[in-house]
Structures are given as C-alpha cells and as structure tokens.
Antibody
Framework: QVQLQQSGAELAKPGSSVKISCKAS????????ISWIKQTTGQGLEYIGY????????NYNEKFKGKATLTVDKSSSTAFMQLSSLTPDDSAVYYC??????????????WGQGASVTVSS | DIQMTQSPASLSASLGETVTIECRAS??????LAWYQQKPGKSPQLLIY???SLHTGVPSRFSGSGSGTQYSLKINSLQSEDVASYFC?????????FGAGTKLELK
C-alpha cells in the first residue's frame, strides 16, 4: 500500500536549519509529485510547494521562497524539505503528501504522518 | 491568493444525523475543490475531489456538491468514526489554499 514515512520530531534553535525526510513506498515514486504542507493551530494548513520527483523541478508558494528548499533522491524514493533561518513562527507540524494530478485535478491522495518542528532557544 | 472561507468553525451533531459543511472561495474555482478529513492526532485524508467525486475507499455517506464559489460537504447518517476536522482546499489556482477547518463533534 502507498506509504509516506517522515522523519521524527525536531527541536531547533532560532537561526538554525532542519531537514525533514519523506520516504515513499508502495508505488512508483517518480510517477507522482510530492507536496509539502505546514499546519499550525493559528494559521491552519498552508501549502509550501511541490517537487517533481522525476526532474527535481520545484514550484514554491511565494510565501515560503527562501524559507523552504525541496529536494529529492530518486535512488531511495525520498523527498526532503530543508527549512532555514528558523524562527518561532516556523514551529509547526510539516506534512509531505503525494500529489496526484490529472487533466482537471491536483489532489493530495496520501499523506505522511507529519513531522513536528519546534523552534526554541 | 484565493481565500477559502469555511463554516461553521465547529459543529455538534448526533449519531445518525445529516451534517453539512460549507466552503466559499473568494473567486470562481471551477470545481477545483477537495475535501479532507483529519482525525485527532492523524494526518489529513482525501475524501472528495473535483467538488463531487468520491475518493477511492471513502464511504458513500460522504458527498460533495457546489459550483462557482460555493461548495459543500454532506455527511449522511453520522457515525462515531466521523468525529474529525474537515478542510476544504482549492487547486484551481496556485498556490493551493485551504479553509480554516470545521471541527465536528458528537452531541
């Protein structure tokens, strides 16, 4: 079955970076893009961007340009998101999700379990 | 960015009842709308896409409707396992945007 397994919780200091992984299994990795989504109690769900797992091409939400960097390792079917220059506002649960797209739809049909990032000195 | 306004923010209903959740887009999204269910402590799961298409494996008591800027999710014959938060999300325009969510509880 389709599974996205994310790395564990992170505690980071302001100004530092973290890198979250998302390992896919149960399907052909390069046949779907991977999306990344931020969830906080205050701001709800925010879309960060997606990566083309075949070409490595990316499309970021303007709000997260310079904050998030998406990469992929096809050999291990793993997507990564690096968050840089961390501030307390970056504290959130971050999800990866498989992006299924067709002629008239682009939906996230499988999600990782989430990775909690806490930014605190 | 397209703004998604969801209502109500919370909802309390009895087992067997029918509930409806609304989502309004700030502009026409031409049925480019999905609904997700998020149970406490879990990740969101896709229920509906293209406003009214049921995702594989989703019980038929869930249905979606709407057009233009107004959309709704209906749950017939509410079950205990339906206690969750529900989010709408538009994918007509990038960046994708989500509603703030509706928390559904049992009365």
């Amino acid at each position: 079955q389709v599974q996205l397994q994310q790395s564990g919780a992170e505690l980071a200091k302001p100004g530092s970076s973290v890198k979250i992984s998302c390992k896919a299994s149960g399907y052909t990795f390069t046949s779907y893009y991977i999306s990344w989504i931020k969830q906080t109690t205050g701001q709800g769900l925010e879309y960060i961007g997606y990566i083309n797992t075949g070409s490595g091409g990316t499309n970021y939400n303007e709000k997260f340009k310079g904050k998030a960097t998406l990469t992929v390792d096809k050999s291990s079917s793993t997507a990564f998101m690096q968050l840089s220059s961390l501030t307390p506002d970056d504290s959130a649960v971050y999800y990866c999700a498989r992006l299924d797209y067709g002629y008239n739809y682009e939906v996230m049909d499988a999600w990782g379990q989430g990775a909690s990032v806490t930014v605190s000195s | 960015d397209i703004q998604m306004t969801q209502s109500p923010a919370s909802l309390s209903a009895s087992l067997g009842e029918t509930v409806t959740i609304e989502c309004r887009a700030s502009e026409d999204i031409y049925n480019g709308l999905a609904w997700y269910q998020q149970k406490p402590g879990k990740s969101p799961q896709l229920l509906i896409y293209n406003a009214n298409s049921l995702h594989t494996g989703v019980p038929s008591r869930f249905s979606g409707s709407g057009s233009g800027t107004q959309y709704s999710l209906k749950i017939n014959s509410l079950q205990s396992e339906d206690v969750a938060s529900y989010f709408c999300q538009q994918y007509y325009n990038y960046p994708y945007t989500f509603g703030a969510g509706t928390k559904l509880e049992l009365k």
